[in-house]
């Protein structure tokens, strides 16, 4: 019975960076796996970065050393620090916790040439 709500994204040029937040409640959110999704208009949404209990990473390739994800169990938070930025990255960003009923609403994030 998690529920999610991002934040942190924005307009930003090639090469900027951003970072985006994922609050949780309903559950305990230190036991579960949590990730970043993105989706693009006429793509499903795919996984972007993954993050373990015990803060194991795993990334897209297409991400990788650019984007770090990372949380602060105490606060019930998530992050994905985007560095780098490329205008293939702009998407809907969406946290994803294990266990999770429902998508939240996104966070923008759109990068310019």
């Known amino acids: 019975q998690v529920q999610v709500v991002e934040s942190g994204g924005g307009l930003v040029q090639a090469g900027g960076s951003l970072r985006l937040s994922c609050a949780a409640s309903?559950?305990?959110?230190?036991?579960?796996?949590m990730a970043w999704y993105r989706r693009t208009p006429g793509k499903q949404r795919e996984l972007v970065a993954k993050i373990t209990v015990g803060g194991s990473t795993n990334y897209a390739d297409s991400v990788k050393g650019r984007f770090t994800i990372s949380r602060d169990n105490a606060k019930n938070t998530a992050y994905l620090q985007m560095d780098s930025l490329k205008p293939e990255d702009t998407a809907v960003y969406f946290c994803w916790v294990e266990t999770m009923a429902y998508w939240g609403q996104g966070t923008q994030v759109t990068v310019s040439p």
């Open positions: 309903g559950s305990i959110f230190s036991l579960k796996t």
